[in-house]
Nanobody, 120 residues
Framework: QVQLVESGGGLVQAGGSLRLSCAAS????????MGWYRQAPETQRELVAIITNGGSTNYADSVKGRFTISRANAKSAVYLQMNSLKPEETAVYYCQADVLDRRGTRKIIWGQGTQVTVSS
């Protein structure tokens, strides 16, 4: 069983910063891509940022220059530094990982989500 646990969400004023963390645990052989997604009420879940196990990154256009994704492979962890937050970025933020477990099964794993609320 592999699971992802996120932390770091909360309430912040517009223009402020938050850092989200996500750690994978369980029967993991390797992790390929890790990413962050977000979902606001009554909207579809959208990609925020993704990082490969080699460190290559890709961002949604709306967050480029303000958000930074990073990972610590030794800790099976991924982070999202969010700066200059906007009220419209209020959402539940989800961590995702493309995992190969020790049985040789490849799975896409999601965290439980962490709420980010940006006040105006």
């Amino acid at each position: 069983q592999v699971q992802l646990v996120e932390s770091g969400g909360g309430l912040v004023q517009a223009g402020g910063s938050l850092r989200l963390s996500c750690a994978a645990s369980g029967s993991i052989f390797s992790i390929n891509d890790m990413g962050w997604y977000r979902q606001a009420p009554e909207t579809q879940r959208e990609l925020v940022a993704i990082i490969t196990n080699g460190g290559s990154t890709n961002y949604a256009d709306s967050v480029k220059g303000r958000f930074t994704i990073s990972r610590a492979n030794a800790k099976s962890a991924v982070y999202l530094q969010m700066n200059s937050l906007k009220p419209e970025e209020t959402a539940v933020y989800y961590c995702q990982a493309d995992v190969l477990d020790r049985r040789g099964t490849r799975k896409i794993i999601w965290g439980q989500g962490t709420q980010v609320t940006v006040s105006s």
